[in-house]
């Protein structure tokens, strides 16, 4: 398990400032995930072990429309476990193209969990994966792994605190699913995905954002979440509670996992 670490927080290392907000001296949190996966003759619970990992700029301040066209998370977790998708680890086992009816269904237009609600506000499903991507390396292995679809999700709480990107890239196989992954890190310069910006907030993404992606088989899942203008948040913890909101608008996924469970795809 990765342990989260501070590597250029601007309160870090100032008489102990920024030790409550990174959640490296906190139990490692254990979310269950409510989604069923099914497969076989039974069904079981996607435990979903949240480890945060922090690779960290420093953040916070302002922004314009320029820095947001090619806007990266301040702090960025991947997942490369895959656990429970292995059917369709491969395109061939789930060859039907993301719709916006199962993307954008009516379960997802209000995302709630625990004290959070958000609302979708904007929403985008492209073919063109160039064009929801910016960095030459990203877009490389977008096209070298067969990259087909991408659905984007801007989300909005009602007192337009909190603003959530929800992104899933659909990919020839796992392997290529795992190496956007890698490519997300800022740390290789590769690229990132491009936000939407809905109405009525900030330009979401030069301020304070933390990101959190997933493989889930041929799919990379990718949430991205800000206190709305790119405030600092009291604790990072505060973001991953976003997150597994935001997340739920996966749900279409685990649907895709059952019927290819069932022979359909």
Partial sequence: MIEARDTGSPAAGRDGAGKDFWPEDKPRRNVPNPKLLYGGAAAVVAVVVIAVVAVVVLGGGGGDDKAAEKAMPTAYTPDFSGDGFAKIAQRTADSRPITEGEAFSADSKTLKQGKYTLTLAAS??????????????????????????????????????????????????????????????RATGAGWLTPLQPKGVATFGPGFTAAYASVYGHYAMVTWVERAGGARPDSLNEMIDVSLVVENAGDFLYQRLDLAGNGAS
């Fill in 124 to 185: 985008d499903l492209t073919s063109d994966c160039k064009s929801a991507s910016w960095g030459a390396r990203l877009q490389g292995d977008l096209a070298k792994y067969g990259c087909s679809q991408v659905v984007r999700a801007a989300y909005v709480s009602p007192d337009k605190k909190y603003v959530g990107q929800f992104m899933v890239v659909n990919l020839a196989s796992q392997d290529g699913s795992a190496q956007v992954l890698r490519d997300l890190d």
